[in-house]
């Protein structure tokens, strides 16, 4: 699912690394540099010799190069301050006799706030409502504080600081990535399409026009009782494959008016009754709608001009707020955990074929992003994390449902050419 204008920029900017002499292929490049040339946020020319080689969440230059953690304190990679005991290089302070009233009162464990909303305990009322809904207005430009926004603590921890436990260890590296404000897990958003977005900044644009003009995906809520809480509803989810409008207007308007035919690849077999991406037993609570998406069934997600982007992910999650008047499903996200040979087939699809210099730079970055266990609960101390917590987000605008149709055949995958 990367557009030809992406394939563009990751020639010139690999053109640009060598034009610049870097003789000695660096895996972790991404992490490193910025389109303009410059050092990322955590990283530091040290040695003034265009390398980039200082990581600044180490005890020995945490935040500058010239600061040094001491004794039994840490460099914590979010702050990027030394924290902790600097024991017996603490400053001599006389003792006073008076109680140190400078540091508040411990109030216990950090309580995440952002957990996915339980099932509303009232009554079922008398279910009326069918809606459709397209999806467009993807949100892949997750930098700065967008990607703690769209997801939620899929862990149940809220890894904030080094000291804190994770559910797991990346197979590279010492630390997971850490959690954002409230315990969030979506390193998927802050770390692959934050870099993304940092290599193309047109990318988000050119897959937004995509979804406007048609290729989009399908959700169906039925049996709602139209209330804002409702203990048991049904959600589909599908691929829209043609749109067709009464008026003969050939692109969609989005006013609730665009019917959207589904492709019989979203059903099993073909057959209509059986969709493979269906919660019978979702809910509403207090507007907000929250589906299961059944673990590994492909969910592409329409932003390519010839390959495709395919979600397989476990835990997964739609979520989003029914609007006020029903017409709009506002603040959507789909939610996961990304396991790492999903991932790594995903990559493939999407033309970062295997044994290429692209590929294999992503593939090493990913060993040392990887945060959570693809099946939750089965982390603990020393255990490896196999996925990637994810969120990718989205609105829902009221639309007509269609006819199962055939989809049109797929195009073979291009892969993007190495540049060296």
């Keep these: 699912m990367f557009p030809r204008t992406l394939t563009t920029n990751f020639l010139v900017l690999f053109a640009g690394l060598f034009a610049f002499g870097c003789d000695v292929y660096d895996p972790s490049f991404l992490q490193r540099f910025t389109p303009d040339g410059g050092c990322r946020r955590g990283t530091a020319d040290c040695d003034e010799n265009g390398s980039c080689e200082a990581e600044l969440s180490n005890r020995s230059t945490c935040g500058s190069c010239t600061t040094s953690c001491v004794g039994a304190q840490v460099c914590n990679p979010s702050t990027l301050s030394c924290e902790g005991d600097a024991g017996m290089f603490d400053a001599a302070v006389e003792d006073t006799g008076v109680p140190d009233t400078s540091m508040p009162p411990d109030t216990g464990p950090v309580i995440c706030g952002t957990s996915i909303p339980e099932r509303p305990d009232v009554l079922d ?169 059944p673990d590994r069934q492909p969910l592409v997600i329409p932003w390519i001009d010839s390959n495709n982007f395919q979600l397989r992910i476990t835990d997964g999650r739609i979520t ?31 033309g970062l074929c295997e044994g290429g210099s692209i590929r294999g730079l992503l593939d090493r970055e990913l060993g040392e992003d990887l945060d959570v266990r693809s099946i939750p609960g089965s982390g603990g101390p020393g255990v490896e994390c196999n996925a990637m917590s994810l969120a990718i987000g989205f609105t829902g605008f009221l639309a007509l449902y269609g006819e199962v149709v055939e989809p049109p055949p797929e195009d073979p995958v291009e892969c993007i050419p190495d540049p060296f």
């Excluded at 467009?136 to 603590?153: A, F, K, S, Y």
């Excluded at 494959?241 to 003969?248: T, Y």
């Design 125 to 293: 009322e008398v279910d009326t409502a069918t809606r459709t809904y397209a999806l467009r207005d993807i949100v892949i430009d997750q930098r700065g504080t967008v990607w703690e926004e769209l997801g939620w603590n899929l862990d149940g921890r809220c890894t904030v600081a080094v000291t804190d436990e994770p559910e797991c260890l990346p197979p590279e590296g010492d630390f997971p990535p850490l959690d954002g404000s409230g315990g969030v897990d979506n390193v998927f958003g802050e770390r692959v399409l934050g870099t993304l977005a940092d290599l193309n900044p047109t990318f988000q644009p050119n897959a937004r026009q995509e979804m406007a003009e048609g290729d989009t995906i399908v959700i169906r809520l039925k049996d709602w009782n139209g209330t804002d809480n409702d203990p048991n509803v049904e959600v589909l989810a599908a691929a829209g494959v043609e749109h067709v409008r009464l008026d003969g207007n050939p692109l969609p308007q989005w006013d609730g008016n665009d019917r959207w035919n589904v492709a019989t690849t979203s059903f099993s077999g073909g057959n209509p009754d059986r969709p493979l991406i269906v919660d019978n037993n979702a809910y509403v609570v207090n507007r907000r709608l929250v589906a299961r998406i």
């Design 320 to 350: 989003a707020r029914i609007s006020n008047d029903g017409n709009a499903l506002e603040n959507l996200s789909i939610t996961g955990r990304y396991g790492d040979i999903d991932l790594a087939d995903a990559w493939t699809r999407a």
